[in-house]
């Protein structure tokens, strides 16, 4: 056994910062899968914004028998400077002719991608990083604010609530879920690379969005990958 020690030189780790995001939007009506991913550009922030889980105490024989902890959800919020033309779906939008966008349409379910950069105190923000993917969301309407040019002139931010439907694994160890995180400090750096490759595309193949089972058997060394997107579920 050993005495705990604090404050250990390179041990001060911190998370910040946000970038690399991918969009895959979900196939039309009839077809299972994802499209391509396209390079989300501008992104200022992503707030993860899980929910649920609530406990329920139950009571008998006069004393408190057993809690039962409710469902866990999750969510969150994306702000970004713009959006990939490819969003709009996802946003409401449609374009009936090119220039010409209407809104209050039927929203398409999507599924994102981002890094997040992870610190310490020794080799600041290029330790590493963590990337997140998240599954089988919609977003909902967003309000916009435009005004006026001033003195202290600023682009607009753009932010969308979204919801997730969680996705089940062929696994039943496992409860379904809408979100996976890879933390490349502690993560098999060939399989990583396995993974991004078919995240961000490569010379020879166009970014696809890898179930959340392909990303299992990528890490556990039982598959490659393919990267086709299905069996994440409708989304509504």
Known sequence: MSKLVWDVIGEHYYETGTDHGVLFVKKPAGQTGYEAGVAWNGLTAVTESPSGADVSDQYADNIKYLSLRAAETFGGTIEAFTYPDEFAVCDGSFAIEPGVVIGQQSRRPFAFSFRTKVGNDTAGD?????????????ASPAERSYAT??????????????????VAFANDAYKPTALITIDSTKADPTKL????????????AESSLPTPDEVIAIFAGKGTGTGTGTGTGTGG
């Open 126 to 138: 290029e330790l590493g990083y963590k990337l997140h993917i998240v599954y089988n969301a919609t």
């Open 149 to 166: 040019v001033n003195d202290s002139p600023e682009p607009i931010t753009l932010s969308w609530e979204f919801d997730t439907t969680p």
């Open 193 to 204: 690379a396995q993974l991004e490759a078919l995240l961000y595309g490569t010379e020879s």
